[in-house]
């Protein structure tokens, strides 16, 4: 059993904790968090260990008369693998932390990725994490673009790629984020970053990035335009992205026109929080002219990651291929195709 801490326990980190328990190889030791909030409350009621992140939010437990397991700092002793789920750029300021500890650390798509010199989306490079100490797990974008393109590079090769993503202003519970009434570029200028972070993990990839914000929680939707090497019929397309593992095609004739659709879908299949873990594509937007591409491109922000966190925790653990930990990964998950019915 690989010993697992999570540290940093709200959208990211609850939702990996979740997973983690559903794994047949890992246990879930504990989680650690700031704050003994209403979170803190729950993971206590679903027999999840609570730990204090640091002194100050020991001190913050004790005044509420909730008790902690511990600090993070004793979380570590029992953990093989801790995965930092800590807001954007707070898990650099952890890892001397884990490093002192001697456990291997995943970081997330908020880190630079020369936190880690080392960026993974599992169908693109699972074997390069073995034996590594720390990996980062791309973001919600970059891990959609990444699942996206390997279809096609598989396919076709790839010549170039552009893509315009259209990001959620703030997940669901962000209540001080917006925009409320603006469409924000983001950044204003090009490319955005999310070129270069495709590029940490498909190394070479001519692609190009425009982003803007949109006053939306639930999902991003990127448009896709990409020039494949070699001509391919819409069929090859399609059939490259259906067999590509963690993407999903869904067919707007059934009703799904929208990301609201989507997430509505995801309640009904009784998906845990209404969770989508694959990349989805509107299948009747695919079209292919000549060597071009275009498809619309849905991304769940806070689920997509789940998946290759705990792929990534395998892999730097070791004793299982790509393929043998996305399965049992998927099937912990019910990710499968045929759960989508469109
Ligand atoms: P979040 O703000 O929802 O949760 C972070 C939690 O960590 C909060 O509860 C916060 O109180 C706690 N925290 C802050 N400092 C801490 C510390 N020093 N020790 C322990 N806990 C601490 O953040 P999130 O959305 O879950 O994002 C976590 C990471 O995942 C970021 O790198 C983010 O970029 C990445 N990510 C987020 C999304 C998303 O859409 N939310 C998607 C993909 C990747």
Redesign the pocket.
């Known amino acids: 059993m690989i010993r697992v801490g999570v540290?940093?326990?709200?959208?990211?980190?609850?939702r990996l904790a979740d997973a983690v328990k559903k794994q047949p190889d890992m246990r879930l030791i504990g989680v650690?968090?700031?704050?003994p909030?209403y979170?803190a409350r729950i993971a206590a009621e679903k027999e999840i260990d609570v730990y204090a992140?640091?002194e100050k939010?020991l001190e913050s437990f004790r005044n509420v008369k909730m008790t902690a397991k511990g600090m993070?700092t004793d979380l570590l002793q029992k953990v093989d693998v801790i995965v930092?789920?800590?807001?954007?750029?707070?898990?650099a300021?952890?890892k001397p932390i884990y490093e002192g500890a001697g456990v291997k650390g995943i970081?997330?798509?908020?880190?630079e990725h020369s936190l880690t010199n080392f960026s993974f989306v599992a169908q693109c490079n699972y074997g390069e994490a073995a034996n590594k100490r720390f990996v980062r797990?791309v973001?919600?974008?970059t891990?959609a673009l990444c699942r996206a393109l390997h279809a096609l590079e598989r396919a076709s090769g790839i010549e170039k790629a552009r893509a315009v993503l259209v990001r959620?202003g703030a997940?669901p519970?962000?209540v001080g984020k917006g925009p409320i009434d603006a469409v924000v570029l983001d950044p204003p200028t090009v490319p955005s970053h999310h070129a270069a972070d495709v590029r940490s993990v498909m190394k070479g990839l001519n692609i190009v990035t425009m982003a803007v914000k949109v006053p939306e929680t639930h999902m991003h939707l990127h448009t896709l335009l990409v020039t494949l090497k070699k001509k391919a019929s819409r069929e090859v397309v399609v059939d490259a992205l259906e067999s590509e593992p963690r993407v999903v095609l869904v067919d707007s004739k059934t009703g799904v026109k929208s990301t609201a659709a989507l997430i509505d879908m995801a309640r009904e299949m009784g998906r845990p929080r209404n969770d989508i873990y694959e990349a989805v594509v509107w299948r009747d937007s695919v079209s292919v002219s000549d060597n071009e591409v275009y498809f619309f491109l849905a991304v769940h922000?806070?689920a997509?990651?789940i998946p290759e966190n705990i792929d990534a925790i395998r892999a730097v653990s070791g004793g299982y291929t790509e393929a043998q930990s996305m399965k049992v990964t998927d099937d912990s998950l019910s990710i499968s195709p045929g759960a989508w019915k469109t």
């Open positions: 540290n940093g326990y709200h959208t990211i980190g609850a650690s968090k700031m704050q909030d979170r992140a640091n939010s993070l930092d789920a800590t807001p954007d750029e707070v898990g300021s952890n970081f997330q798509g908020g880190e797990v973001s919600c974008n891990t959620r997940d519970d962000e922000q806070e997509i990651v």
